[in-house]
């Protein structure tokens, strides 16, 4: 079977990279080595952890602002079991509407794991043993990221677990331990403190979401600190132990003292590493890089083999689902001989706690690396009517602009919607927008997009309105 186009890996990379080259008119395959497509985010990542924070968040406000709404509720308790059934439901019918949409586009799918024999051949490997093989005159790798383990700490998947194992618990944890103060670890932290756990977060680092504008970590861990999760920051894991339905972590404080915590989970997330496993690349003469395993690729995504390409979390850059679509559509369309672009300072990052947490551009502490000198404007949602109606007022938006010109350089959010709403900053920063220009743009009122708006005020002459 020859092929215009071989995709291994159907995440949101490998199966937009498919569509794309199939609306291109190239013959396209994919490969899964699991049973359904979608990869991590569908399946046990973005879309079920969503599923989890919109749940408990309905419960956590049916608990404790219901009341003030006017709304009483008796016997309020939780489902756990339907709340999961519910998770699975919405994984079902989104890795389903892959299937459909290769259907639509009449993309030959393969469930194995696919293996480079040659550069144009891939040997898939399935489940009962046998062995098929289809050649490509294009191969595009997209085969993602697992979850990184600490060397020290062995993850039984029963009481100290990844973020896989945490989308399945049979119950809610009494004392929840996260290791790691990031994107992964809090969104889940928080959906099991919305649901009553004590949640424990142990951070190397001197504050949360460490790569984001250190603003946004602050303020989110207020917020955090409110739904009573507790704080460890500047710590070190040393160890966990399970003894029983017990789990004990130890670590060292900032002065070097030792600390333990005992509960009755543990989950470790300390990012992702790219999954290169069993690709054969080294058939084809393509090493990885010693530290998280990515491929080198050049400006086109193409790697040292010529018409080997790839995308996603296997690449240097921020491991975001969003970005490997933006990756897949970009080597789909240079395949097709097309010239796109993708600016990587554009892309957004979101964290789906509650408030939201979203950014795009650059940081202050880069501005300040780089030595650019900027302005600022902040606006905070308490002044905000649309927010005070919703009882959402914790958080702000926050707009750098360049001191001489004005042209938006980053634009930094936690508030209600907040990954809605980080798109108007996005498109302004693409055409080149300045604050004054988003300041002069009429927005609907009383909305939440309004505090973007009136950030960008306060950024041109302190002109906001409502503060």
């Given at each position: 079977?020859?092929?215009?186009?071989?995709?291994?890996?159907?995440?949101?990379?490998?199966?937009?990279?498919?569509?794309?080259?199939?609306?291109?008119?190239?013959?396209?395959?994919?490969?899964?080595?699991?049973?359904?497509?979608?990869?991590?985010?569908?399946?046990?990542?973005?879309?079920?952890?969503?599923?989890?924070?919109?749940?408990?968040?309905?419960?956590?406000n049916?608990?404790?602002?219901?009341?003030?709404?006017?709304?009483?509720?008796?016997?309020?308790?939780?489902?756990?079991?339907?709340?999961?059934?519910?998770?699975?439901?919405?994984?079902?019918?989104?890795?389903g509407?892959?299937?459909f949409?290769?259907?639509?586009?009449?993309?030959?799918?393969?469930?194995?794991?696919?293996?480079?024999?040659?550069?144009?051949?891939?040997?898939?490997?399935k489940?009962?043993?046998?062995?098929?093989?289809?050649?490509?005159?294009?191969?595009?790798?997209?085969?993602?990221?697992?979850?990184?383990a600490?060397?020290?700490?062995?993850?039984?998947?029963?009481?100290?677990?990844?973020?896989?194992?945490?989308?399945?618990?049979?119950?809610v944890?009494?004392?929840?331990?996260?290791?790691?103060?990031?994107?992964?670890?809090?969104?889940?932290?928080?959906v099991?403190?919305?649901?009553?756990?004590?949640?424990?977060?142990?951070?190397?680092?001197?504050?949360?979401?460490?790569?984001?504008?250190?603003?946004?970590?602050?303020?989110?861990?207020?917020?955090?600190?409110?739904?009573?999760?507790?704080?460890?920051?500047?710590?070190?894991?040393?160890?966990?132990?399970?003894?029983?339905?017990?789990?004990?972590?130890?670590?060292?404080?900032?002065?070097?003292?030792?600390?333990?915590?005992?509960?009755?989970?543990?989950?470790?997330?300390?990012?992702?590493?790219?999954?290169?496993?069993?690709l054969?690349?080294?058939?084809?003469?393509?090493?990885?890089?010693?530290?998280?395993?990515?491929?080198?690729?050049?400006n086109?995504?193409?790697?040292?083999?010529?018409?080997?390409?790839?995308?996603?979390?296997?690449?240097?850059?921020?491991?975001?689902?969003?970005?490997?679509?933006?990756?897949?559509t970009?080597?789909?369309?240079?395949?097709?001989?097309?010239?796109?672009?993708?600016?990587?300072?554009?892309i957004?990052?979101?964290?789906y706690?509650?408030?939201?947490?979203?950014?795009?551009?650059?940081?202050?502490?880069?501005?300040?690396?780089?030595?650019?000198?900027?302005?600022?404007?902040?606006?905070?949602?308490?002044?905000?009517?649309?927010?005070?109606?919703?009882?959402?007022?914790d958080?702000?938006?926050?707009?750098?602009?360049?001191?001489?010109?004005?042209?938006?350089?980053?634009?930094?959010m936690?508030?209600?919607?907040?990954?809605?709403?980080?798109?108007?900053?996005?498109?302004?920063?693409?055409?080149?927008?300045?604050?004054?220009?988003?300041?002069?743009?009429?927005?609907?009122?009383?909305?939440?997009?309004?505090?973007?708006?009136?950030?960008?005020?306060a950024a041109?002459?302190?002109?906001?309105?409502?503060?």
């Open positions: 079977m020859q092929y215009d186009v071989i995709v291994i890996g159907s995440g949101p990379g490998g199966y937009v990279a498919a569509i794309r080259c199939a609306q291109l008119g190239l013959k396209t395959a994919c490969i899964e080595k699991y049973a359904t497509f979608g990869g991590t985010c569908l399946n046990v990542g973005c879309i079920p952890s969503k599923a989890l924070l919109d749940s408990s968040e309905h419960y956590y049916a608990a404790h602002t219901f009341k003030t709404h006017g709304i009483n509720l008796d016997n309020l308790k939780i489902d756990f079991t339907q709340m999961v059934k519910r998770k699975t439901e919405v994984v079902d019918q989104t890795t509407g892959i299937s949409l290769f259907k639509k586009n009449k993309i030959d799918s393969f469930q194995g794991i696919g293996s480079f024999k040659d550069k144009n051949t891939i040997s898939i490997k489940t009962d043993g046998s062995v098929t093989e289809i050649t490509g005159k294009n191969i595009i790798i997209a085969t993602g990221s697992k979850p990184s600490l060397p020290f700490i062995k993850t039984d998947k029963k009481r100290i677990i990844t973020s896989t194992e945490a989308l399945k618990l049979t119950e944890p009494k004392h929840l331990i996260l290791i790691g103060g990031g994107v992964i670890g809090l969104e889940l932290g928080s099991y403190a919305r649901l009553g756990s004590k949640v424990s977060v142990i951070e190397f680092m001197d504050s949360i979401i460490p790569t984001m504008d250190k603003s946004l970590g602050k303020e989110l861990q207020k917020v955090l600190q409110k739904l009573g999760m507790e704080f460890y920051l500047g710590h070190k894991v040393t160890g966990a132990t399970v003894k029983g339905k017990e789990v004990t972590v130890t670590f060292d404080d900032p002065k070097g003292e030792k600390k333990e915590l005992k509960g009755d989970y543990c989950l470790v997330a300390v990012g992702r590493v790219a999954y290169t496993d069993g054969g690349l080294e058939n084809i003469g393509i090493t990885v890089e010693e530290r998280g395993r990515k491929i080198t690729v050049d086109h995504l193409e790697t040292s083999v010529k018409g080997v390409y790839a995308i996603g979390d296997v690449v240097k850059g921020a491991m975001l689902a969003h970005k490997a679509e933006d990756e897949g970009f080597v789909a369309e240079i395949i097709a001989g097309q010239k796109p672009h993708i600016d990587y300072n554009l957004p990052g979101v964290v706690t509650w408030p939201e947490v979203a950014a795009v551009g650059q940081t202050e502490e880069q501005l300040k690396e780089k030595g650019i000198k900027y302005k600022v404007g902040s606006f905070p949602f308490k002044a905000s009517g649309r927010a005070r109606a919703s009882m959402d007022t958080g702000f938006v926050k707009v750098l602009a360049d001191a001489a010109t004005d042209e938006i350089l980053g634009v930094h936690i508030g209600p919607r907040a990954a809605d709403m980080i798109a108007e900053a996005v498109v302004a920063m693409e055409y080149r927008a300045s604050a004054e220009d988003i300041a002069r743009i009429s927005h609907a009122h009383p909305t939440y997009t309004e505090a973007i708006r009136e950030a960008c005020l041109t002459e302190n002109r906001a309105i409502h503060i």
